[in-house]
T-cell receptor, first 118, second 115 residues
Framework: AQKITQTQPGMFVQEKEAVTLDCTYD???????LFWYKQPSSGEMIFLIY??????QNATEGRYSLNFQKARKSANLVISASQLGDSAMYFC???????????????FGKGTLLTVNP | GAVVSQHPSRVICKSGTSVKIECRSL??????MFWYRQFPKQSLMLMAT?????????EQGVEKDKFLINHASLTLSTLTVTSAHPEDSSFYIC???????????FGSGTQLSVL
């Protein structure tokens, strides 16, 4: 079974509107972290937001918020007030285990290509 | 600004040659660096975990003699693709961890094309 599932290969949104990118995960480890990264056409991976499994509140970073539903094992990314520069690939990723552990590696989903229309 | 520098950003080489890719953490010491490979329109696949002063830990299916990783200092890890072949053509991207609880910072990636 895939550890990270992103069911939307592509999404379109109108400029200034909000958009939700889906991500579900699968792990039996009680300690884990969830990440969202943006990858523009240039290739670099840009960190957007992080949610720890024990965090009580949903993470927010500017226009980005993470809708963390632990029981459903989902960690959807919400981008508010979309901008043209938001057009990019978006990857959801998971780190299993304690963040201070030596086995620190990320498993990535297949990504969602977001296109913001003017 | 970027905290992880990766060089070169693009390389074209002939089949059979070796290519070295460098990954540097610019303003922090990274005891652990990670190397990923990404095919066009695909996800990132972890190749290996590079630990300073010790041998790299390779993921299943990754040939360690093909992809040589050296982490000689706390700020530099290198990936050498030995005897490159066209099937090695891919986007390679490194990442580094700053501190125990910090997120990973990624380099800008290297597009390798083997002719």
């Amino acid at each position: 079974a895939q550890k990270i599932t992103q069911t939307q290969p592509g999404m379109f949104v109108q400029e200034k509107e909000a958009v939700t990118l889906d991500c579900t995960y699968d792990t039996s480890d009680p300690s884990y972290g969830l990440f969202w990264y943006k990858q523009p056409s240039s290739g670099e991976m840009i960190f957007l937001i992080y949610q720890g499994s024990y965090d009580q509140q949903n993470a927010t970073e500017g226009r980005y918020s993470l809708n963390f539903q632990k029981a459903r094992k989902s960690a959807n990314l919400v981008i508010s007030a979309s901008q043209l520069g938001d057009s990019a690939m978006y990857f959801c990723a998971m780190r299993e285990g304690y963040s201070g552990g030596s086995n620190y590696k990320l498993t990535f989903g297949k990504g969602t290509l977001l296109t913001v229309n003017p | 600004g970027a905290v992880v520098s990766q060089h070169p950003s693009r390389v074209i080489c002939k089949s059979g040659t070796s290519v070295k890719i460098e990954c540097r953490s610019l303003d922090f010491q990274a005891t652990t660096m990670f190397w990923y490979r990404q095919f066009p329109k695909q996800s990132l696949m972890l190749m290996a975990t590079s630990n300073e002063g010790s041998k790299a830990t390779y993921e299943q299916g990754v040939e360690k003699d093909k992809f040589l990783i050296n982490h000689a200092s706390l700020t530099l890890s290198t990936l050498t693709v030995t005897s490159a072949h066209p099937e090695d053509s891919s986007f390679y991207i490194c990442s580094a961890r700053r501190g125990v609880r910090e997120k990973l910072f990624f380099g800008s990636g290297t597009q390798l094309s083997v002719l």
